[in-house]
Each structure stands twice: as structure tokens, then as C-alpha cells.
DNA sequence: CCGCTACTGGACTGTCAAGTCCAGTAGCGG
DNA sequence: CCGCTACTGGACTTGACAGTCCAGTAGCGG
């Protein structure tokens, strides 16, 4: 088991391969991601590799941890304001316009490792559902807060809907990776706000 | 560019390699499957694999236009019935009790090869784009009967309504595959006919 | 029955890639 | 300043794999 860095400079090689590793997962897909290449990338050698993680799967696992931290951690800002109804907007407007900017490449990075390395790896897989978790954990925070304030209606089921609502966002992900069109996850989401608003309080 | 097989023989060899190529993909991802695999699987010799195909990724071409058309195949009975209320619901039965019967394993083939080639073939892409393409249309077509007989109400925009409808259940797939639980698939599909419902005339 | 072509069998080559191993050094604590 | 450990460099081995090439044959049409 490779040892976690004890110093201030380990740490940092590790982090450097880790994202490197990320880059290349999200160039070549994570099966065609070589070590070589992420060696090259953060100019370390394969000692270094192997001090720090005990194989490609170990490392792969890494990256997982790492891609939904970053997920996430993107969303930060949009996730503290998602407690109304012009954030949940906010939030679909910019994961929409996300999307407009990569011209619909790439799809969601966190349900690309599920369909790469899902099925062969379940510790892989387990950190990658968890990730989904706090995502929609975000999601629920957002919806109960609304039903807190008034903005939805009381007994409203917000686990369901929070669920639902992740479901709309992965799979207009998906269908604008296969079709390059950002319109796709526009309807998905469109969706999604449909149904939160069948829910909303009327005013 | 390796010729379609002109004899009955000929076809009947490619289909086995191909049959055998989407089982070595479904097991081992598309960049997992090795041609010795899937020569072993299809009792097929290398010369006979570069007989029919000119490569792996034209190998691998052919396993996602029968992705498409055994995913969409298997639903075809379901989709004859998708222009009801009950005909809807029944299909969305039949999707959950398929992934409980899987344990939740497995996800969208169609969507597995999107991500795991999508990103670095665009002629993959482009067809298994196509194959989502089809599943809207089949729920498009339902969607629209229901209309006309008046189930649904006058006006409904059914091209969005489908497009959420496919984008609930993709998500919900991936939901399903990253946790292993159908019940994601559920929430997912119960969202869709919730919305749909919203469309529903009073009667 | 024979010639020809599509189909078939499988050995072989070259390249890539993961993982191992040997050796050197930066930097920290005593 | 020195010893030690975490960190570093990179050569090397082994095995897997895609693709090429040589040769044989089943089966069909004339």
C-alpha cells in the first residue's frame, strides 16, 4: 500500500500527478490513459508513480476522488445560492451555458469514469457514487430551504424531486455529449423546472 | 475497406463476430475488449476478423449500430403501446424491473459507448447519437397519439416533453449503474410521468 | 468435375504499456 | 556537519495486443 506523502513537497508531487492523471483520463479515457503520458505531463518518473500510488488502479482511484471534488467544487457558488427560484435558474443557466462553451464535448466527467470503470471496479464506482450523493445532497439543501422560506409547498417531497432533478441534469449531459448540442441539456433542465414548478407556491 | 460478405456464410460469420464483440465489450468496456477475445468468442480466426472489418474501431463501429438495435429492439413491444397513459407506465415498469432483474448493473449500453469512445470517434458518436435519435422518436410518436386522442392536451409541446423524457431516464440509468439501485431509475422515471402528468386532460 | 473466389487458420512482428528494480539525492533533524 | 529517509531518475523486463502476411479450403458456377 503506497504510503500517503509526508512532506510538504511529497504532497505536492502527488498533487501534480493527480491532476495530470485527470488531464490525461479527460484526453484518452481512463483505460487509454497511460502512465508514460502522465509521467511526461507532471514531469515525474515512474519511482514517483509508484511511491505514491501501488498501481494505475490505485491511482485511477485518485483521480475519481479528485474529479468529484472538482465537479462539485465548481458549482460551489451556484450550490449556495440554489434556495430559491432564480438560483435554481442561475444554476441551469450556467450549467447550460457550461456546456454552449465545450460545444457539447465531454459530458459529465464523474458519469464518464461510472461508464469507463463502473463495471470492473467497485471501489471506483463507490467513490464516483458518492459523488453523485453530495451533488444531489446539494440539490435537496436548495429544494428544502424553498420549502423552508415558502417558496414550494409544505410536503413537498424533496428527496424525490432533488433525486429527479439530478437525473434531468445527467441525462441532458449525456445526450448533448452524443449529439454535440447544448440544447439537449436546455430541455433536460427545462424539464426539471417544470416539475419543481408544479410545486411552487402560488403568489 | 473490408467488403460486406457476399454469401450466406459470409454474413452469418460477421454477425457471430459482431454478437461476440458486443459481449466482450459489455464485460471488459470497448478499449478492454481485445480481438483475441472476441476471435475466441465468435470462433473466428484474425483473418476472418480483418476479412470483415478493416480495423478495431470499424470492429467496434459495427457493435454500436447493434447496440443501437438490440437496446431499441428489446423495447419494441413496449414502444407499440407507449400512446397511452398506461402504455407509458407499463413501459416505465418494465425499464425498472429490467435493472432490478440486473441488480442495477450494466447502465445504457448506447450511453457506456458514449462515453468510452464518444469523446475520440466521431463516426461512434454520430451513431450512437443516432440511436438515442430513435428512442425520442418512439417516445415522440407515443407522446403525440396520446395527444390526438386526446389524452394528453391540445397544444402539448411533445418534442420537449420527449426530449426530457429520454433525458430522465438516461440520467436515471447512471444514477441506477453508479449506486446499484434501481430505485434511482424509478425516482428518475416517476419525475418524467409526473411531468407529462401535468399535461394530462382532466377527466 | 474443375477453376475461382470468398472465406478460413494461425504464425509472426513490432509496438506499447504496466510494473520492477537499482541507484542517486534533497532536505530535515539531531 | 552528518546520517537517514522520503523523494527522485530512469533502465529494464515481461506480456499483451493490433495488425500483417502466408497458405489452405469450402462451396458455387460454368
Redesign the interface.
Known amino acids: 500500500m503506497a504510503l500517503r506523502p509526508t512532506t510538504e513537497r511529497g504532497r505536492q508531487t502527488r498533487q501534480r500527478i493527480v491532476e495530470a492523471a485527470a488531464g490525461v483520463v479527460a484526453d484518452?479515457?481512463a483505460?487509454?490513459a497511460s502512465l508514460d503520458e502522465v509521467g511526461a505531463r507532471a514531469t515525474a518518473s515512474r519511482s514517483q508513480l509508484y511511491h505514491y500510488f501501488d498501481d494505475k488502479a490505485d491511482l485511477l482511484r485518485a483521480v475519481a476522488e479528485a474529479t468529484n471534488d472538482t465537479v462539485l467544487g465548481g458549482q460551489r457558488d451556484l450550490f449556495a445560492e440554489l434556495d430559491s427560484w432564480d438560483g435554481l435558474v442561475r444554476w441551469t443557466d450556467a450549467l447550460v451555458g457550461f456546456q454552449e462553451q465545450l460545444g457539447g464535448?465531454?459530458?459529465c466527467p464523474?458519469?464518464?469514469l461510472?461508464?469507463?470503470?463502473?463495471?470492473?471496479d467497485d471501489d471506483i464506482?463507490t467513490v464516483?457514487?458518492s459523488g453523485?450523493d453530495r451533488w444531489e445532497d446539494h440539490i435537496n439543501a436548495g429544494l428544502t430551504a424553498m420549502v423552508t422560506r415558502g417558496e414550494l409547498l409544505p410536503g413537498t417531497d424533496v428527496d424525490?424531486?432533488a433525486?429527479?432533478?439530478?437525473?434531468?441534469?445527467?441525462?441532458?449531459l449525456?445526450?448533448t455529449?452524443?449529439?454535440?448540442d447544448p440544447q439537449?441539456l436546455r430541455?433536460?433542465l427545462?424539464?426539471?423546472l417544470?416539475?419543481i414548478g408544479?410545486y411552487r407556491r402560488a403568489s
Do not use: H, M, P
Open positions: 484518452k479515457g483505460v487509454g464535448r465531454g459530458g464523474i458519469a464518464n461510472v461508464a469507463q470503470l463502473g463495471e470492473r464506482r464516483l457514487a453523485f424525490w424531486l433525486a429527479s432533478t439530478l437525473a434531468s441534469l445527467q441525462g441532458g449525456i445526450l455529449q452524443a449529439r454535440r439537449a430541455r433536460a427545462d424539464g426539471a417544470a416539475l408544479t
